[in-house]
């Protein structure tokens, strides 16, 4: 009878301890969907109050809140929890708010490697990663204090140092997409600006070719770069280089890469070109300046391009002269395959990578030093590359590298 009553006992111990752990894991998923929640809600806040000064010609907010999506559930290392993502509208553009913290179809949270630098550039401190990641990923993240997190971070530290060091003598890149992105240090009192190389190589794919600091984005600080990328074994130029209007990198290029030809980002053109109007008139221009890059050739671009000089030189020469100045260099993309345009009319490669990054939350006030900076968003661009998409029609790069002519997209007859 006492052995029937011990493993009756066992069994109900047994029981009550499968309760209890599908209790606490149900406790943990609560705790992990409301942090979650918070944030999205505190996200798109954040959103409608930048848009906040904005209105319509009849006098309501021009980015109003818009409801929540259909519930979707996001797997972690707890199990699924449900997510209501609120919305946002542009009544004037007509797009809807992307999150940043939960893409549109992110079904899973990532692993810990590529969640801890974005929860630290995100504005959560070492000390708090530990309890964040418990809550998101449940017992993969056990073990992860403060101290074991300085530690990982000393050890991406060697890996960018031991990457930046890298043979580059069997690369070739046909498209280089470069630009400066800026961050706030703590124990610096200068924003520090972090240069930025992404290629695109022989069979289409993206990658992270160099990134490291630099004294503004100065003709010294890119020559530096381009030329350690060559000391490296980079035999080979790139065909096409975008990047914004920053005069240095165009300097450094001329004189490391010469016969690298030029493309403007028509992103960033466009921004500086409406910020010399008046709100009144930048929707009117922003059409007209989209119809030039979006023509379907060269001829009808210039055309596009001479109507807004027409149409803005009187009232807003400013405007026109930041268009003007670049105009030789705007239009490259027409001679290269029409597949790729959409790539490289603008850096939007670099663009969307680091659009998280640059709305990291004021309260930190930046990483600690330069170099956890540098550490830091080196392993945010290392989680991003796994998911970059191939180059539409990447089997013609082979005809740019072979020096092939296109005109308007499409390849010259022979």
Same mark, same amino acid.
Not at 245 to 250: P, Q
Not at 332 to 339: G, I, L, N, R, V
């Given at each position: 009878m006492r052995d029937t009553r011990d493993c009756t006992n066992q069994i109900v111990d047994e029981q009550a301890?499968? $309760?209890? #752990?599908? &209790? !606490? +894991?149900e406790v943990l998923r609560n705790g992990a969907r409301r942090m979650l929640q918070a944030a999205l809600e505190h996200e798109i806040a954040e959103h409608v109050k930048k848009y906040s000064p904005m209105v319509m010609e009849d006098g309501c907010q021009q980015v109003v809140r818009n409801g929540?999506?259909? +519930?979707?559930?996001? &797997?972690t290392g707890l199990g699924g929890i449900e997510i209501q993502q609120p919305r946002a509208y542009d009544r004037k553009s007509k797009e809807s708010f992307v999150s940043r =913290? =939960?893409?549109k179809y992110?079904?899973?949270?990532?692993?810990?490697?590529n969640l801890v630098p974005v929860l630290y550039l995100r504005g959560i401190s070492t000390g708090d990663v530990q309890g964040a990641l418990e809550a998101l990923l449940g017992e993969e993240a056990r073990g992860l204090s403060a101290t074991n997190v300085v530690r990982l971070k000393q050890v991406w530290e060697q890996e960018y140092k031991d990457w930046n060091k890298r043979d580059l003598s069997g690369k070739k890149y046909v498209y280089f997409w470069v630009d400066g992105i800026y961050f706030n240090v703590? =124990?610096?009192e200068e924003r520090q600006c972090i240069l930025i190389i992404i290629g695109a190589t022989e069979d289409g794919q993206k990658e992270l070719v160099a990134i490291r600091d630099g004294y503004r984005e100065s003709k010294q600080s890119w020559s530096e770069i381009l030329r350690d990328v060559k000391a490296r074994g980079l035999k080979y130029a790139p065909h096409l280089i975008?990047?914004?209007? $920053? =005069?240095?990198?165009?300097s450094a290029v001329n004189e490391v890469f010469p016969d690298a030809r030029h493309?403007?980002?028509?992103?960033?053109?466009? $921004? #500086?070109?409406l910020d010399k109007m008046p709100r009144s008139a930048q929707g009117n221009a922003k059409t007209m300046i989209h119809d030039m890059y979006m023509a379907e050739t060269k001829e009808d671009a210039l055309k596009a391009y001479d109507l807004f000089m027409h149409t803005y030189g009187a009232k807003y020469p400013k405007a026109c002269e930041c268009l003007e100045k670049d105009k030789e260099v705007l239009f &490259? !993309?027409?001679? !290269?395959? $029409? +597949?790729h345009w959409t790539h490289i009319r603008t850096t939007n490669p670099i663009e969307s990578t680091f659009a998280t990054v640059r709305l990291r939350t004021n309260k930190t006030k930046g990483c600690g030093s330069r170099i956890a900076t540098l550490t830091m968003v080196f392993k945010l661009v290392q989680a991003a590359e796994k998911h970059w998409y191939r180059l539409r029609g990447f089997k013609l790069l082979s005809l740019v590298m072979q020096g092939k002519e296109f005109v308007d997209g499409i390849l010259k007859a022979a």
């Open positions: 301890k499968k $309760a209890f #752990n599908g &209790t !606490f +894991e929540y999506h259909k +519930e979707r559930v996001v &797997t =913290l =939960l893409p992110m079904r899973r949270v990532p692993s810990i490697d703590r =124990l610096d975008i990047g914004d209007g $920053a =005069l240095g990198i165009w493309q403007r980002c028509w992103v960033h053109k466009t $921004a #500086n070109i &490259t !993309f027409y001679d !290269f395959p $029409a +597949e």
